[in-house]
């Protein structure tokens, strides 16, 4: 049994709260939130828990496994920190933390200290990205041409952190697993409607070393929701729409065949229109299956597939986006 403190139950923190207290493999040991009323709430659904706003104390605890940190953005590379020093196994909340040195430092104390440091990149554990994965492997799609994504709402809108830093670490880990490519440059153009310097809109597009690239559009200034992504490749394209109750992945036959025997052009550039199936995908709650393997690594102590290398990757392209933006979308290369 893993036991497990979970820090900061906010608005998603209590998701993660929920599923540790569900899971046998786990025992959700305390509760720590800066709120009193926040802490009385989780105290009465999970009375078998400690509920303190005393970090220091969760980390004396030397039954205590793991710290599951869920409080926001800024406070996220403190606090896995002093975890990591404490000698617990962490798992971060995306954005990882906001500097790139800052994931590198977490990463590598991490390694130094044998310790898990997993990042909730809760879209590598979504079982239709996990098909696409997979199909993609096996070629079904083709060449992968290109990749967008789209993450919009009328939704809540943060002070501490931009619509970029916000939603895009969802798009962009998903997009680096699926191609398994090194991002070269990304550019980004956005805007602050609402609050000085705090991008409410954000367009950004990735380069990849082949000729692949990605479009991320977020915005929680839009009059639809929508959490889309499309995939374009040299046989097949296929779109995953986490909206849809149950026909979350469509795929699509179609696509255009340069031909060497032709008279005119359109014959030259042959259109092909064939079936659209929808794959039987066994769903399950993305965030169970995320905690699953966070429980499996800390258990059988097994590097988990977001582990602080993929958290450096999704900071750098992160890091790169918001210096493109704050500089008029010129591309910024991504070390
Ligand atoms: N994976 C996802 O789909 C997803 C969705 C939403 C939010 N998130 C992430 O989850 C994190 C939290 O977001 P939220 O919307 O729940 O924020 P929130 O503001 O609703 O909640 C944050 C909570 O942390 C507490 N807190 C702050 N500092 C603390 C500290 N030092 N010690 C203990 N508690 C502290 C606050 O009192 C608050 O209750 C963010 O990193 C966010 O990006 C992830």
């Not at 606090?79 to 590598?108: C, I, Q, R, S, W």
């Not at 109750?245 to 030259?268: H, I, M, W």
């Not at 169970?288 to 059988?300: A, G, K, Q, T, Y």
């Amino acid at each position: 049994m893993i036991e497990v403190a979970v820090i900061g139950v906010g608005g998603w923190g209590k998701n993660l709260a929920r599923n540790y207290y569900q899971l046998p493999e786990a025992n959700l040991r305390y509760i720590c939130d800066l709120d009193p009323a926040k802490l009385e709430a989780m105290q009465r659904q999970y009375p078998g828990a400690t509920t303190t706003s005393s970090y220091d104390d969760v980390l004396a605890d030397p039954e205590l496994d793991a710290v599951v940190i869920a409080t926001t953005g800024p406070s996220h590379y403190e606090l896995a920190k002093k975890a990591l020093l404490a000698g617990k196994d962490v798992y971060v909340e995306k954005p990882f933390v906001l500097e790139v040195e800052h994931a590198v430092e977490l990463t590598e104390l991490a390694e130094k200290g044998d310790r898990i440091v997993m990042v909730g990149h809760l879209l590598e554990y979504h079982p239709v990205v996990a098909r696409l994965k997979s199909m993609i492997e096996a070629g079904d799609l083709g060449d992968v041409y290109y990749i967008y994504s789209q993450r919009l709402n009328l939704g809540t809108v943060r002070e501490d952190e931009n619509a970029l830093w916000n939603f895009a670490p969802h798009d962009i880990s998903s997009i680096l697993y699926l191609l398994g490519k090194k991002p070269v440059d990304v550019s980004a153009r956005g805007q602050d409607y609402l609050q000085r310097d705090v991008e409410d809109v954000v367009f950004l597009t990735i380069s990849f070393e082949d000729s692949t690239m990605a479009h991320i559009h977020v915005s929680w200034l839009d009059p639809h929701k929508v959490r889309k992504l499309t995939i374009v490749g040299s046989s097949k394209m296929a779109v995953f729409d986490d909206l849809e109750s149950s026909e979350k992945l469509k795929v699509y036959d179609k696509g255009a065949r340069l031909s060497q025997d032709y008279d005119t052009f359109a014959e030259y550039v042959g259109l092909r229109f064939g079936d659209i199936t929808i794959p039987y995908v066994k769903t399950g709650e993305p965030l169970r299956i995320e905690c699953l393997h966070f429980i499996d690594c800390v258990e059988n102590r097994k590097q988990p597939r977001s582990d602080g290398h993929d958290g450096i990757r999704v900071i750098k392209v992160l890091d790169a986006a918001q210096r493109s933006l704050k500089n008029n979308g010129v591309p910024v290369a991504i070390d």
